[in-house]
């Protein structure tokens, strides 16, 4: 039996390591928000249909989930996006707080992105 271990057998090995590594942060909080008190605050960037329904559906989880601003380039796009989520936790009997976007966290432009994010912490 030889003992030698060749390049493929090492790079696979360190692979491994190393990937799992990597991985040990994720998978220990993997179930950190299962069973939390707190709220989790989302920022909707972009508000075409796929934003809009992406929102809806984090919204309408079991979790403590609550939007609190919102970023599009264009502002008839926002407005949209705002009512169709409000209108579509109204029919599914969902808790309107889960909305909080006054318009002082509506954000319009190229640049909107940067002014969204900083709100959902």
């Known amino acids: 039996m030889d003992n030698k271990t060749t390049r493929r057998k090492f790079v696979q090995q360190t692979s491994l390591v190393t990937g799992g590594l990597m991985a040990a ?50 502002k008839d796009r926002l407005d949209g996006c705002y009512k169709s989520i409000t209108g579509n936790l109204a029919e599914a009997g969902i808790d309107k707080s889960r909305v909080d976007v006054p318009e002082e966290r509506k954000f319009v432009g190229f640049d909107a992105y940067e002014k969204a994010i900083p709100w959902r912490t």
Not at 34 to 46: D, Q, R, W
């Open 25 to 74: 942060p994720f998978l220990s909080n993997a179930n950190f928000f299962s069973g939390s008190a707190g709220t989790i605050k989302v920022a909707l960037i972009g508000c075409g249909g796929r934003g809009t329904g992406a929102a809806i559906q984090a919204l309408s989880t079991k979790q403590n989930v609550q939007l609190v601003a919102m970023a599009d380039a264009f």
